[in-house]
């Protein structure tokens, strides 16, 4: 699955609200996603992680994963696909040593300014796709 847009980053939102299990799968690019509030569980590679509020999970390219949304309750998210030429080769390092954490838990004051950030983003994103 190639990204729709020239830039080399996709930015979508998503709301779900029933039990749903995503096709095992991989890609050629960085998979950010950014949990506002959840329930749901994450099989990367060989290992599952369970998905709360407040998480952000990575999935590095070329890694198998699928989410498996595991009740009726009401799931809020972003994913964030982009290449690895979209970040600067100074930053590749730390960024494969984040990818490789796979799942951070964010305190209170981090999910403010995470939920924040994603939330311009999104907008501004959804504002210029086409027009880059």
């Not at 029933?18 to 099989?43: D, G, Q, T, W």
């Not at 982009?82 to 590749?92: A, G, H, K, M, T």
């Not at 796979?102 to 924040?116: A, G, M, P, T």
């Amino acid at each position: 699955m190639d990204l729709n847009y020239s830039n080399g980053i996709e930015i979508k939102k998503f709301v779900k609200k029933k039990p749903i299990e995503s096709p095992e799968h991989y890609h050629p690019y960085f998979e950010l996603i950014y949990v506002r509030r959840a329930n749901f569980a994450y099989f990367i590679e060989d290992k599952f992680y369970s998905i709360t509020d407040k998480n952000i999970v990575l999935i590095d390219k070329h890694t198998l994963h699928k989410a498996i949304f595991k009740s009726n309750l009401k799931c809020s998210y972003f994913v964030v696909h982009f290449y690895q030429n979209f970040i600067i080769p100074e930053l590749l390092e730390t960024l494969t040593e984040l990818f490789s954490k796979r799942n951070i838990l964010l305190s209170d004051n981090e999910f403010l300014l995470i939920d924040f950030l994603f939330s311009k983003m999104y907008h501004e994103f959804e504002e210029k796709k086409g027009n880059w």
